[in-house]
C-alpha cells in the first residue's frame, strides 16, 4: 500500500494517512507467485503480479496444473485397484479416462494461469 513519506521518530516510524491516489487503489498484495485455496483461487488481497512476466505465467501454469490434476484424483479414489500380479498388459479403460480428466483439468488450469498474470502483472517494478 502506498502511503506518504515516512516521518522518523525515536519510537520508530511513523506514517501519515494514505494518499488519495493509495486510498482510490486500496490494499492489494504484490505477488511473484501465489497461494492458493482448495478451490484454487488465489488467497490475497487483490493481487498484483510483479517481476518477470514469463516466470509468473510458469510458475501459475505449473501450480494451478498440479492442483487441477490432484482434484481429478481426489474426484476418483472410489476406483478399485487391480490385485497385485492379477493385471494384464492392456491399458486400464479407468486409468485413462482418469489421465484424460487429469489433461484437460491441466489444460484449463494452464489457461486460467495466463489469464491471470495478464490481468494483474504490472512489471518488473522499475
Same mark, same amino acid.
Given at each position: 500500500m502506498a502511503t506518504t513519506p515516512k516521518k522518523d521518530t525515536?519510537? +520508530?516510524?511513523?506514517?501519515?494517512?494514505p494518499t488519495p491516489k493509495a486510498a482510490e487503489h486500496g490494499d492489494h498484495d504484490r505477488i511473484v507467485m501465489a497461494s492458493r485455496r482448495a478451490d484454487g483461487s488465489m488467497?490475497?488481497?487483490?493481487?498484483?503480479?510483479? +517481476?518477470d512476466k514469463e516466470?509468473?505465467?510458469?510458475?501459475?501454469?505449473?501450480q494451478l496444473a498440479q492442483q487441477a490434476?490432484?482434484?481429478?484424483?481426489?474426484?476418483?479414489r472410489g476406483v478399485s485397484s487391480t490385485p497385485e500380479g492379477a493385471g494384464?498388459?492392456?491399458p486400464d479403460?479407468?486409468?485413462?479416462?482418469l489421465k484424460?480428466?487429469?489433461d484437460e483439468a491441466i489444460a484449463t488450469a494452464e489457461a486460467k494461469?495466463?489469464?491471470?498474470?495478464?490481468?494483474?502483472h504490472q512489471g518488473l517494478g522499475d
Open positions: 525515536e519510537a +520508530g516510524v511513523l506514517q501519515d494517512k488467497d490475497q488481497v487483490n493481487p498484483e503480479f510483479i +517481476g516466470t509468473a505465467v510458469e510458475a501459475a501454469k505449473q490434476a490432484s482434484a481429478v484424483d481426489t474426484a476418483a494384464s498388459s492392456e479403460a479407468e486409468v485413462q479416462a484424460d480428466a487429469q494461469a495466463e489469464r491471470e498474470v495478464e490481468e494483474r
